[in-house]
């Protein structure tokens, strides 16, 4: 069955990055591509980005251009999402989710806290 | 802010009928399909309408979607206890405020 795990909370300083990982299993990780997206507290979701896998095309919101890269590792299935940067807005349950998208296959969510 | 409005809140009673509106505009809701959510707090959302009115295996049929113009509505009859949680709504956008776009969610109280 499709799995997707997610690395384990983080807190920042304002201004440090964050790298967060998704390890895929249970498909052949190159026939479809991730998304990420982001949950404030109390707020809605909020897509962030996509990559392709099988090419590592990237498309990014223009909130989060220009602090974010997403990439993957096709030797462990993994998709990563690094936040350069990072300001106390960015405070934030983030999720990977597979293609195709919106659909089934999220991971289980990393908190991702930003204070001093 | 988000681009898709939801009610921040809804509720009903033991068995009642409750709905959740979501409205767009011609980009979104008005050209491409909807997605509707179920999210328990500090969870994972879980798909239960896609495709507008589709109900992925093992989504009861309790949960219904329609879409009309630019705004769509999810229903759920006969409401249960463990309906209580966040729902959320989704769309393809084809402006610069894609390509997904969600609403703000909607907490659904079970009185």
């Known amino acids: 069955q499709v799995q997707l795990v997610q690395s384990g909370a983080e807190v920042k300083k304002p201004g440090a990055s964050v790298k967060v990982s998704c390890k895929a299993s249970g498909y052949t990780f190159t026939s479809y591509g991730f998304n990420w997206v982001r949950q404030a507290p109390g707020q809605g979701l909020e897509w962030m980005g996509r990559?392709?896998?099988?090419?590592?095309?990237?498309k990014y919101s223009q909130k989060v251009q220009g602090r974010l890269t997403m990439t993957t590792d096709t030797s462990t299935s993994t998709a990563y999402m690094e936040l350069r940067d990072l300001r106390s807005d960015d405070t934030a349950l983030y999720f990977c989710?597979?293609?195709?998208?919106?659909?089934?296959?999220w991971g289980q969510g990393t908190l991702v806290t930003v204070s001093s | 802010q988000s681009v898709l409005t939801q009610p921040p809140s809804a509720s009903g009673t033991p068995g009642q009928r409750v709905t959740i509106s979501c409205s767009g505009s011609?980009?979104?809701?008005?050209?491409?399909?909807v997605y509707w959510y179920q999210q328990f707090p500090g969870t994972a959302p879980k798909l239960l309408i896609s495709?507008?009115?589709q109900r992925p295996s093992g989504v009861p049929d309790r949960f219904s979607g329609s879409k009309s113009g630019t705004s769509a509505s999810l229903a759920i009859s006969g409401l249960r206890s463990e309906d209580e949680a966040d729902y959320h709504c989704?769309?393809?956008?084809?402006?610069?405020?894609?390509?997904?776009?969600f609403g703000g969610g909607t907490k659904l109280t079970v009185l």
């Open positions: 989710a597979r293609d195709p998208f919106p659909g089934h296959y």
């Open positions: 989704a769309a393809w956008d084809d402006s610069l405020s894609g390509p997904v776009v």
């Open positions: 990559i392709t896998t099988y090419n590592g095309n990237t």
């Open positions: 011609s980009s979104n809701i008005g050209t491409n399909y």
């Open positions: 495709g507008d009115n």
